[in-house]
């Protein structure tokens, strides 16, 4: 069983910035692959950062240069962070902390309850 946690979502105004914080942890959770998606209003989910047990990265488009993700590997649970700098209207979602594999892409299998963000303009 695998657990996520999302934390630090809010109201923002445009440009300011946003830390989101996921923590992981279970008892079949072996601190793989995590990613952070998002879910913006009518739209589908979508993948906004993954990060390897190593921290290698790969970001949507969308958010290069304005999003970062990291991880903290500890014992028995795995944080993860999604710094969000500069953030506009269009990044307004419920973004969601997710664990999952590698192959040739990334593959979400577990997911997080969702965290609210609200960028107003």
């Known amino acids: 069983q695998v657990q996520l946690v999302e934390s630090g979502g809010g109201l923002v105004q445009a440009g300011e910035r946003l830390t989101l914080t996921c923590v992981a942890s279970g008892s079949t959770f072996r601190g793989g692959p995590m990613a952070w998606y998002r879910q913006p209003p009518g739209k589908e989910r979508e993948l906004v950062a993954a990060i390897t047990r190593d921290s290698s990265i790969e970001y949507n488009d969308v958010v290069k240069g304005r999003f970062t993700v990291s991880r903290n590997n500890g014992n028995n649970e795995v944080k993860v962070f999604l710094q969000m700098n500069n953030l506009q209207p269009e990044d307004t979602a419920v973004y969601f902390c997710?664990?999952?594999?590698?192959?040739?892409?990334?593959?979400?299998?577990?997911w997080g309850q969702g965290t609210q963000v609200t960028v107003s303009s």
């Open positions: 997710n664990a999952g594999y590698y192959t040739d892409r990334y593959h979400p299998v577990y």
